[in-house]
C-alpha cells in the first residue's frame, strides 16, 4: 500500500513540477531562451508570498492575486528592460547573465531572509484529505496543484489555439525573423511571452510556499526539476512537460520509497535514461 | 617565431612573472603560499572553462562534477589500492577523463542552454551519488590516512613545498597548453566554431569530434586539478566536492569579468577576483552579489570583459593567437 500511495503522490507532485516546467518550455519555445535563474525567480515569489501572508495574515493561497500579476508584470518590464539585449544568435551572453542573476538572487534572499527553511501554513487545507478507501487517502494540497496544473497548461493551450497573441506567439517560435518582416513587434512579443510564464511562474511560487520547505538557496534544484520534465515530455509541448513532471514525481517518489536518499538520484536517474533512450522526450512536438 | 622587439617584451614579461613564482617557497611564508596555490587552481579552472565556453561554445555549469571526481579519484585510489598520491594525481586525472567519457556522450545529446543544465544535473547525480557510498564516507565526507600524507615528503615544509610547485606547474602546462592548442590547426578550428559555427561547418571543421575532444581533455585536467585541490585540502565531502558555488560560479565570474574568449582575459579576472577577495571577503553574502551585479553588467555592456575593454583602446596581446597575413 506504501507503494501505491508513493506513486499516487509521486503523480500530484508532478502537477507542481509541471507548472516549473511550463514557464521554462514557453521561454524556449518562443524565445530559444533559457533563464538559468527561473528556480531562484520561483522561490523569490514563495518568498514574497511568505511576505505578503506576514503583512495581512491572509491564507496564502489568497496570495495567488498579488503574486501573479506582480510576477507577470515584473517579467514583461525586466524583458523588455534586460533581457531582450541578450537574447539572439548567440547563447553565451543570455546564459551568463541569468546565471548572474541567480547568484545574486540567491545571495540577496539569503541576505533578506536568512537562510532558514520556511514552510507557509495552508490552514484546514493543509491537513485535509480525500479517502479512497483501504488506507489510501490524497492530501488536499497536492491535489489542488495537480488540477492547477492541468487548469494552467489546458488555459495556455487555450490561449495560443484561440486568440490572436497566441498566434502570433507560435508564429514567432516558428520563425523570428519573419514575424518581423510582417510587421510585428518581436521585443513585445518576447514580452508577453515572459509576462506568461512569469505569471504561470508566479501560480508554482505559491504553490511551492505550501507545498514544502523552501529557503534562499532552494531555486537551483528547481530550475533542474523544470528541465527535466522538459526534456522528458518533448520540447515544445506543454501537455509533455505535465506527462515529464508526472514521471519525475513518480521516480522520486519511488526512489524515496527505497531509501530517503534516494529521492531526487532516482529522479535524474530516470532523467538521463530517458534522455539516453528518447533525447526527443516521450511527446516531441 | 621571430623574436622581434614585441616578442622580447612578452619574454622579459613572462620571465619577471613566473621567475619570482617558481621559487615562492623561498620567500613566500606559509600563508602567502596557501594562497598562491589557489590562485593557480582556480587561474587554471578559469583557463580550462574559457577553452570551453569561450572557445568551443560548449557553455557548461557542471565542470564541479570533474573536480570532484578528480578529488574522490585520488582518495580511493591512495586508500582502496594503496596508490601514492604523486602518482595519484595523473591517474585520477585520466580516471575522471574516462568517466567524462559516457558523461559526454549523454549531455552532448543537448544543446546549447539546455546543455548548460544538463551538465549541472550530471554534476548532481555524481554529488548525490557518492554521498551513498559508505566507503567513502557517505555524506559527511573522508579525511585522507595520514600516512599517505606523511609518505609524500620528508616534512611538512617540504609537503607544502612540493604542493606549490604542483600547482604552479599544473596551471603553466594549462596555460601553455590551452596557448598552443589555439594556435595549433584545431585553434583555428574552434576559433571558427566560435565565429560562425555554420560557416565552420561548411568549410570542413569537423564540430562535433572536435568538440568531443576538448571536453574530455578539459575535464581530465579539471580533474587532476581536483585531486590536487583535495590533497591540499586533506578532506573531501559531495558538498565541497561537487560544489557549483566553488568550481563554476566563481570560475565563471572570473572568466566574464576578466573577458571571455582571450587567454589573457581569465588571468586579469583571477587577479581581480582574488584582490577582490582579499578587502569584500568580510561581506560575505554581499561580496558575492557584488560579483554577480558587475559579471552581469560586463555581459550586458562588454561581453569581452575588461580585456576586452583595454585592448579596445589600445590593441595588444600577451599570447598572440590570431593569424596575420604574411608579407
Not at chain 1, 530517503?260 to 539516453?276: D, K, S, T
Not at chain 2, 619574454?11 to 620567500?27: D, E, M, R
Not at chain 2, 594503496?82 to 556522450?105: E, F, H, S
Not at chain 2, 580533474?223 to 566563481?250: C, H, Y
Amino acid at each position: 500500500m506504501d507503494w501505491i500511495n508513493a506513486i499516487i503522490q509521486g503523480v500530484l507532485l508532478g502537477g507542481l513540477y509541471a507548472l516549473f516546467a511550463a514557464g521554462l518550455s514557453l521561454m524556449f519555445g518562443i524565445m530559444r531562451f533559457v533563464n538559468l535563474a527561473h528556480g531562484d525567480f520561483i522561490v523569490a515569489g514563495a518568498f514574497g508570498a511568505m511576505v505578503l501572508v506576514e503583512m495581512t495574515g491572509l491564507n496564502p493561497l489568497w496570495m495567488l492575486c498579488v503574486v501573479v500579476p506582480v510576477m507577470a508584470l515584473a517579467g514583461y518590464t525586466g524583458q523588455r528592460l534586460v533581457l531582450n539585449r541578450v537574447v539572439g544568435q548567440d547563447l553565451l551572453p543570455s546564459i551568463l547573465v541569468t546565471f548572474g542573476f541567480s547568484v545574486i538572487l540567491q545571495n540577496l534572499m539569503q541576505e533578506a531572509f536568512s537562510a532558514d527553511s520556511r514552510r507557509l501554513s495552508a490552514g484546514a487545507l493543509d491537513t485535509a484529505s480525500l479517502s479512497l478507501g483501504s488506507g489510501l487517502s490524497i492530501g488536499a494540497v497536492p491535489l489542488l496543484m495537480f488540477v492547477v496544473a492541468i487548469v494552467v497548461l489546458g488555459g495556455l493551450n487555450w490561449f495560443f489555439a484561440h486568440t490572436n497573441m497566441g498566434r502570433l506567439l507560435r508564429a514567432t517560435s516558428d520563425d523570428p525573423e519573419m514575424i518581423g518582416l510582417m510587421g510585428a513587434d518581436r521585443r513585445h512579443i518576447f514580452g508577453v511571452a515572459m509576462l506568461l510564464a512569469s505569471a504561470v511562474v508566479g501560480i508554482a511560487a505559491v504553490l511551492l510556499a505550501v507545498k514544502t520547505n523552501f529557503d534562499p538557496t532552494a531555486g537551483p534544484i528547481r530550475l533542474l526539476f523544470a528541465f527535466e520534465a522538459v526534456i522528458i515530455g518533448g520540447l515544445g509541448s506543454l501537455w509533455g512537460t505535465l506527462i515529464g513532471g508526472v514521471i519525475l514525481g513518480v521516480s522520486q517518489g519511488i526512489g524515496a520509497q527505497i531509501d530517503p536518499g534516494f529521492q531526487i538520484l532516482a529522479g535524474h536517474v530516470v532523467f538521463l535514461i530517458i534522455l539516453i533512450l528518447r533525447p526527443q522526450g516521450l511527446f516531441p512536438r | 617565431m621571430t623574436m622581434n622587439n614585441t616578442n622580447l617584451w612578452r619574454f622579459a614579461l613572462l620571465i619577471l612573472v613566473v621567475g619570482p613564482l617558481l621559487f615562492g617557497p623561498y620567500w613566500a611564508d606559509r600563508g602567502t603560499m596557501r594562497l598562491l596555490i589557489e590562485v593557480f587552481y582556480f587561474l587554471a579552472l578559469a583557463q580550462l572553462w574559457n577553452l570551453l565556453a569561450g572557445y568551443s561554445g560548449l557553455i557548461s555549469v557542471g565542470q564541479q562534477a570533474f573536480v570532484g571526481l578528480g578529488g574522490y579519484m585520488i582518495f580511493s585510489l591512495a586508500m582502496f589500492a594503496g596508490v601514492p598520491v604523486l602518482w595519484g594525481l595523473p591517474l585520477a586525472g585520466i580516471a575522471t577523463a574516462l568517466i567524462a567519457w559516457p558523461t559526454a556522450l549523454i549531455a552532448f545529446r543537448l544543446t546549447g542552454p539546455y546543455f548548460a543544465i544538463g551538465t549541472w544535473v550530471i554534476a548532481e547525480v555524481f554529488r548525490l551519488g557518492f554521498a551513498q557510498i559508505p566507503a567513502l564516507g557517505g555524506g559527511s565526507g573522508i579525511s585522507l590516512p595520514t600516512a599517505m600524507v606523511k609518505a609524500m615528503a620528508a616534512n611538512r615544509a617540504a609537503r607544502e613545498s612540493l604542493t606549490y610547485w604542483i600547482a604552479l606547474g599544473l596551471m603553466l602546462v594549462v596555460l601553455l597548453g590551452v596557448w598552443l592548442l589555439m594556435r595549433s590547426k584545431v585553434g583555428l578550428g574552434l576559433s571558427a566554431l566560435r565565429d560562425n559555427e555554420e560557416a565552420a561547418v561548411s568549410v570542413g571543421v569537423r564540430t562535433r569530434p572536435l568538440k568531443f575532444v576538448v571536453y574530455i581533455g578539459v575535464a581530465g585536467m579539471s580533474g587532476m586539478l581536483g585531486a590536487l585541490i583535495f590533497l591540499q585540502k586533506l578532506r573531501i565531502t559531495p558538498e565541497a566536492a561537487f560544489s557549483v558555488n566553488d568550481w563554476s560560479v566563481l570560475v565563471i565570474f572570473i572568466v566574464v569579468i576578466g573577458g571571455i574568449g582571450s587567454l589573457e582575459g581569465p588571468i586579469l579576472g583571477c587577479i581581480l577576483f582574488f584582490v577582490l577577495r582579499e578587502f569584500l571577503a568580510d561581506l560575505g553574502t554581499w561580496y558575492m552579489v557584488i560579483l554577480g551585479v558587475v559579471s552581469v553588467a560586463i555581459m550586458l555592456l562588454e561581453p569581452r570583459g575588461l580585456w576586452g575593454m583595454i585592448t579596445r583602446y589600445r590593441p595588444m596581446t600577451l599570447f598572440p593567437v590570431s593569424r596575420k597575413s604574411a608579407g
